[in-house]
């Protein structure tokens, strides 16, 4: 399984900063990220950078050893960074879609996530009822993701373009959707 993980955004709400550098207990989200993939035995993934912060992520993301995909225009949607990653990607049954933003994932989330993947299968983990991430997305949909832009909403638009191909598996994980847009959202989840 391969990750492809979500960088490219601006951090407005955050005045400006960019969400992957953040720190969460003395590492970066994307360090987090990538200890939660380690310790959850997911595999690879691929780091998602554009303008302001693409230099900088990029630079953390080599010192992770994870590689880069480059967006040259971010401003364009977060669909726009959704499909440059999934194009970006080959040799996998299933890749895992994660924002930056939501680093508080417990590892054995993720292993609930990746057991319950398939090549044709959506895999959303939810937590009282809600979806989170990451999700899990299998390669026969991934033609879809990287034509998603042109949807209205995205990779939503893929998500429910046919209920019967989306497992939602609940999990006991407040951090699926702890995802961090504003200055209070860095505070820990319950």
Do not use: Y
Not at 29 to 56: C, E, K, N, S
């Amino acid at each position: 399984m391969i990750a492809v993980i979500l960088a490219a955004g601006r951090g407005v709400r955050l005045g400006g900063v960019a969400k992957a550098l953040l720190a969460i207990e003395g590492e970066s989200f994307l360090a987090r990220i990538a200890r939660t993939l380690a310790a959850a035995g997911a595999g690879d993934a691929l780091v998602v950078v554009g303008p302001p912060h693409g230099d900088a992520v990029a630079a953390e993301a080599a010192r992770l050893g994870m590689p880069v995909a480059h967006n040259p225009a971010p401003e364009r949607g977060m669909a726009s960074s959704v499909a440059i990653g999934f194009e970006a990607i080959a040799g996998h049954e299933a890749a895992l879609l994660w924002p930056v933003d939501v680093a508080r994932v417990a590892p054995a989330t993720v292993s609930q996530v990746v057991a319950a993947a398939g090549a044709d299968l959506i895999v959303i983990p939810t937590w009282q009822g809600r979806g989170g991430h990451p999700s899990a997305f299998g390669r026969a949909v991934w033609p879809e993701l990287v034509a998603c832009p042109a949807l209205p909403t995205g990779a939503l638009s893929v998500v429910h373009r046919d209920p019967a191909r989306v497992r939602r598996i609940p999990v006991d994980d407040p951090g699926v959707l702890a995802d961090v847009d504003r200055p209070g959202d860095l505070e820990p989840t319950a």
